[in-house]
Protein backbone atom coordinates (compact mmCIF):
# COMPACT_ATOMS: atom_id res chain seq x y z
CA UNK A 1 0.00 0.00 0.00
CA UNK A 2 1.48 3.54 -1.26
CA UNK A 3 -0.81 5.38 1.17
CA UNK A 4 -2.38 6.78 -2.39
CA UNK A 5 -6.17 6.98 -2.00
CA UNK A 6 -8.52 7.78 -5.27
CA UNK A 7 -12.17 8.23 -5.25
CA UNK A 8 -14.33 6.73 -6.84
CA UNK A 9 -13.24 3.33 -8.09
CA UNK A 10 -15.01 2.93 -11.30
CA UNK A 11 -17.07 5.25 -12.78
CA UNK A 12 -19.51 5.40 -16.25
CA UNK A 13 -20.51 8.35 -17.71
CA UNK A 14 -22.09 9.94 -21.25
CA UNK A 15 -20.45 11.84 -23.86
CA UNK A 16 -20.16 15.62 -22.97
CA UNK A 17 -20.59 15.12 -19.79
CA UNK A 18 -18.35 16.23 -17.19
CA UNK A 19 -16.27 14.61 -14.13
CA UNK A 20 -14.51 14.73 -11.31
CA UNK A 21 -11.86 12.71 -9.80
CA UNK A 22 -10.42 12.86 -6.31
CA UNK A 23 -6.94 11.92 -4.81
CA UNK A 24 -5.51 11.88 -1.49
CA UNK A 25 -1.33 11.81 -1.31
CA UNK A 26 0.84 10.15 0.54
CA UNK A 27 1.53 12.02 4.11
CA UNK A 28 4.52 14.54 3.88
CA UNK A 29 4.40 14.47 -0.50
CA UNK A 30 3.28 17.79 -1.17
CA UNK A 31 3.90 16.93 -5.07
CA UNK A 32 1.32 14.99 -7.07
CA UNK A 33 1.09 14.38 -10.96
CA UNK A 34 -1.98 12.59 -12.86
CA UNK A 35 -1.98 9.97 -15.96
CA UNK A 36 -4.17 8.75 -18.04
CA UNK A 37 -3.63 5.09 -18.95
CA UNK A 38 -5.45 3.15 -21.97
CA UNK A 39 -5.79 -0.42 -21.99
CA UNK A 40 -2.71 -1.60 -23.57
CA UNK A 41 -0.52 1.32 -22.85
CA UNK A 42 1.80 3.21 -20.40
CA UNK A 43 0.36 6.20 -18.43
CA UNK A 44 0.40 9.38 -20.28
CA UNK A 45 1.06 12.20 -18.15
CA UNK A 46 -1.42 14.66 -17.81
CA UNK A 47 -0.26 17.37 -14.84
CA UNK A 48 1.77 17.82 -12.15
CA UNK A 49 0.54 19.88 -9.52
CA UNK A 50 2.94 21.48 -6.46
CA UNK A 51 1.65 23.50 -3.42
CA UNK A 52 -1.66 24.48 -5.16
CA UNK A 53 -0.47 25.18 -8.32
CA UNK A 54 0.12 23.48 -11.80
CA UNK A 55 3.89 22.76 -12.75
CA UNK A 56 3.78 20.96 -15.70
CA UNK A 57 1.43 19.98 -18.43
CA UNK A 58 1.68 16.76 -20.87
CA UNK A 59 0.00 16.84 -24.09
CA UNK A 60 -3.97 17.07 -23.00
CA UNK A 61 -6.52 19.50 -23.79
CA UNK A 62 -7.65 22.76 -21.69
CA UNK A 63 -11.22 20.53 -20.81
CA UNK A 64 -8.24 18.70 -18.81
CA UNK A 65 -7.77 20.75 -15.79
CA UNK A 66 -6.81 20.23 -12.16
CA UNK A 67 -6.56 21.46 -8.84
CA UNK A 68 -4.60 21.25 -5.56
CA UNK A 69 -5.99 21.81 -2.02
CA UNK A 70 -4.16 23.37 0.81
CA UNK A 71 -3.82 19.50 2.15
CA UNK A 72 -2.42 18.77 -1.09
CA UNK A 73 -5.43 16.43 -1.92
CA UNK A 74 -6.37 17.10 -5.41
CA UNK A 75 -8.84 16.52 -8.06
CA UNK A 76 -8.83 16.15 -11.71
CA UNK A 77 -11.64 17.32 -14.21
CA UNK A 78 -12.76 16.59 -17.52
CA UNK A 79 -15.17 18.28 -19.65
CA UNK A 80 -16.91 17.42 -22.75
CA UNK A 81 -16.60 13.93 -22.01
CA UNK A 82 -15.50 11.99 -25.58
CA UNK A 83 -15.46 8.02 -26.11
CA UNK A 84 -11.40 8.06 -25.95
CA UNK A 85 -11.42 9.78 -22.72
CA UNK A 86 -12.12 6.13 -21.21
CA UNK A 87 -9.14 5.02 -19.76
CA UNK A 88 -7.75 4.16 -16.19
CA UNK A 89 -6.90 7.41 -14.82
CA UNK A 90 -4.30 7.35 -11.95
CA UNK A 91 -2.82 9.68 -9.23
CA UNK A 92 0.67 9.55 -8.35
CA UNK A 93 2.08 11.32 -4.86
CA UNK A 94 5.93 12.08 -5.05
CA UNK A 95 8.60 12.18 -3.04
CA UNK A 96 10.84 15.35 -2.83
CA UNK A 97 14.20 15.74 -4.63
CA UNK A 98 16.10 14.54 -5.09
CA UNK A 99 14.44 11.49 -4.59
CA UNK A 100 11.34 12.48 -7.25
CA UNK A 101 9.90 9.11 -6.38
CA UNK A 102 6.50 9.05 -7.25
CA UNK A 103 3.90 6.41 -5.82
CA UNK A 104 0.44 5.22 -7.22
CA UNK A 105 -3.09 5.51 -5.99
CA UNK A 106 -4.77 2.33 -6.88
CA UNK A 107 -7.08 4.48 -10.17
CA UNK A 108 -10.06 5.21 -11.33
CA UNK A 109 -11.49 3.31 -14.51
CA UNK A 110 -13.90 5.61 -16.35
CA UNK A 111 -16.11 4.31 -19.19
CA UNK A 112 -17.47 6.96 -21.27
CA UNK A 113 -20.63 5.89 -23.70
CA UNK B 1 9.66 10.03 -32.04
CA UNK B 2 8.32 8.28 -28.35
CA UNK B 3 10.30 9.95 -24.95
CA UNK B 4 10.49 6.02 -24.00
CA UNK B 5 10.31 2.78 -26.23
CA UNK B 6 10.17 -0.67 -25.17
CA UNK B 7 9.59 -3.75 -26.20
CA UNK B 8 6.24 -4.95 -25.95
CA UNK B 9 7.07 -8.21 -25.45
CA UNK B 10 5.87 -11.16 -24.34
CA UNK B 11 9.43 -12.12 -22.80
CA UNK B 12 9.22 -15.43 -22.15
CA UNK B 13 11.63 -17.18 -19.16
CA UNK B 14 11.11 -20.13 -17.26
CA UNK B 15 11.51 -20.16 -13.55
CA UNK B 16 15.18 -19.16 -12.06
CA UNK B 17 16.34 -17.38 -14.99
CA UNK B 18 17.27 -14.29 -15.41
CA UNK B 19 14.69 -11.90 -17.25
CA UNK B 20 16.27 -8.60 -19.04
CA UNK B 21 14.06 -5.76 -19.44
CA UNK B 22 15.20 -3.07 -21.87
CA UNK B 23 14.13 0.51 -22.44
CA UNK B 24 15.54 3.82 -24.60
CA UNK B 25 14.81 7.13 -24.47
CA UNK B 26 15.31 10.19 -26.56
CA UNK B 27 15.96 12.92 -24.65
CA UNK B 28 19.58 13.24 -23.36
CA UNK B 29 19.14 15.79 -20.65
CA UNK B 30 16.29 13.43 -19.13
CA UNK B 31 17.55 13.25 -15.36
CA UNK B 32 16.04 9.97 -13.11
CA UNK B 33 14.83 6.85 -14.27
CA UNK B 34 12.00 4.35 -12.76
CA UNK B 35 11.10 0.92 -13.21
CA UNK B 36 7.35 -0.14 -12.18
CA UNK B 37 5.98 -3.12 -11.80
CA UNK B 38 2.06 -3.40 -12.87
CA UNK B 39 -0.15 -6.32 -12.60
CA UNK B 40 -3.16 -6.88 -14.74
CA UNK B 41 -5.85 -4.83 -13.50
CA UNK B 42 -3.79 -3.09 -11.03
CA UNK B 43 -2.21 0.52 -10.91
CA UNK B 44 2.14 0.39 -11.27
CA UNK B 45 4.50 -0.36 -8.38
CA UNK B 46 7.45 1.37 -8.02
CA UNK B 47 10.47 -0.98 -8.28
CA UNK B 48 13.69 0.75 -8.56
CA UNK B 49 14.46 4.25 -9.65
CA UNK B 50 18.47 5.40 -10.71
CA UNK B 51 19.82 8.43 -11.46
CA UNK B 52 23.27 8.09 -12.55
CA UNK B 53 25.27 5.49 -14.57
CA UNK B 54 26.28 2.35 -13.92
CA UNK B 55 24.51 -0.32 -11.69
CA UNK B 56 22.01 -0.82 -9.29
CA UNK B 57 20.66 -3.27 -6.97
CA UNK B 58 17.99 -4.06 -4.71
CA UNK B 59 17.57 -7.98 -4.01
CA UNK B 60 16.66 -9.95 -6.86
CA UNK B 61 16.58 -6.65 -9.01
CA UNK B 62 19.16 -4.89 -10.53
CA UNK B 63 19.00 -1.88 -13.06
CA UNK B 64 21.45 -0.51 -15.32
CA UNK B 65 22.12 2.86 -16.73
CA UNK B 66 23.88 4.28 -19.74
CA UNK B 67 23.43 7.98 -19.92
CA UNK B 68 25.60 7.98 -22.75
CA UNK B 69 23.70 5.02 -24.87
CA UNK B 70 20.34 6.32 -23.35
CA UNK B 71 19.36 3.14 -22.63
CA UNK B 72 18.16 1.47 -18.99
CA UNK B 73 17.73 -2.09 -18.23
CA UNK B 74 16.10 -4.00 -15.49
CA UNK B 75 17.67 -7.61 -14.74
CA UNK B 76 15.34 -9.75 -12.30
CA UNK B 77 17.27 -12.70 -11.14
CA UNK B 78 15.56 -16.19 -10.11
CA UNK B 79 12.85 -15.54 -11.81
CA UNK B 80 9.58 -16.64 -10.68
CA UNK B 81 5.98 -17.10 -11.73
CA UNK B 82 4.94 -14.07 -8.99
CA UNK B 83 7.41 -11.51 -11.25
CA UNK B 84 5.20 -12.55 -14.72
CA UNK B 85 3.66 -8.77 -14.91
CA UNK B 86 3.90 -5.65 -17.26
CA UNK B 87 7.09 -3.86 -16.41
CA UNK B 88 7.17 -0.20 -17.07
CA UNK B 89 10.48 2.35 -17.77
CA UNK B 90 9.66 5.88 -16.51
CA UNK B 91 11.84 8.92 -17.21
CA UNK B 92 11.74 11.70 -15.50
CA UNK B 93 13.24 15.45 -17.49
CA UNK B 94 11.93 19.25 -17.19
CA UNK B 95 13.59 19.88 -13.64
CA UNK B 96 11.59 17.21 -12.34
CA UNK B 97 7.64 18.36 -13.44
CA UNK B 98 7.58 15.47 -16.79
CA UNK B 99 7.38 11.94 -16.52
CA UNK B 100 7.15 9.53 -19.93
CA UNK B 101 6.32 5.89 -19.46
CA UNK B 102 6.74 3.52 -21.85
CA UNK B 103 3.95 1.18 -23.44
CA UNK B 104 5.64 -1.61 -21.23
CA UNK B 105 7.08 -4.69 -21.48
CA UNK B 106 5.28 -7.96 -20.86
CA UNK B 107 7.06 -10.70 -18.81
CA UNK B 108 5.65 -14.26 -18.16
CA UNK B 109 7.36 -16.46 -16.15
CA UNK B 110 6.48 -20.06 -16.67
CA UNK B 111 6.35 -22.40 -13.79
Known amino acids: ETGVTQSPTHLIKTRGQQVTLRCSSQ?????VSWYQQALGQGPQFIFQ???????GRGNFPPRFSGLQFPNYSSELNVNALELDDSALYLC????????????FGPGTRLTVL | QKEVEQNSGPLSVPEGAIASLNCTYS??????FFWYRQYSGKSPELIMS????GDKEDGRFTAQLNKASQYVSLLIRDSQPSDSATYLC???????????FGSGTKLNVKP
Open chain 1, 49 to 55: YYREEEN
Open chain 1, 27 to 31: SGHNT
Open chain 2, 50 to 53: IYSN
Open chain 1, 92 to 103: ASQEQAPSNEQF
Open chain 2, 90 to 100: AVNKDNFNKFY
Open chain 2, 27 to 32: DRVSQS
